[in-house]
């Protein structure tokens, strides 16, 4: 398995796959998620406390570092995607089939997108530490554009799962029955990382 991605991103962090260990997210986030990702084949090839994510011994209530989350992204990018456009538009297609199944299809059913972009922060934080997310604009009406932004320490969130990241939130508006609806990038940096929505 090629590992460009991986590797490129722990050798970017100051302490490598143990960097940053007050920044954590719930494992029930990344467990979910990888049910709609491929990730056969990556026993014995990420380093041992990324590998851990793959099994069930840890409980859903348990929290891990967002570098090993990221991590394992990665080496699932490396292990079956061409390239990180495959792997962002594979993104989108799980979090629209993880926010329409039978956990989250109730709650999106009630939820509209105005509402969801208010309590976006607070949400975020159930179940993230240590990676700031801060309002910019709301529109005041039940259409518009809606601004967030991530912070977090140098380089712990690179570019591609920024984009991955946008389709989560594209999905979920989407859920909550907005149309035509974009989320963009709006501007990644080292530290901080900007995200555009609109919906009608």
Known sequence: MSSRHLEAYLASLPRGV???PDCVQKVSISREFLRFLPSAGLSGKVPAPVEELLGKR???SAWVPEVHACALLLAILDAHFSDAE???ARAYVANKELLTGPLYRMLMFVASPLYLARNAESRWNTFHRGIKMATESLP??????AVFRLEYPRLLLP???ARSYSTAFKAALEAAGGRSVQVEVAGWQPETCRFSCTWS
């Not at 005041?140 to 554009?145: M, P, R």
């Open 159 to 161: 570019e591609v799962l």
């Open 18 to 20: 143990d960097s940053y």
């Open 140 to 145: 005041q009406e039940k259409s518009g554009t």
């Open 86 to 88: 495959a792997f962002v």
């Open 58 to 60: 840890l409980p859903a």
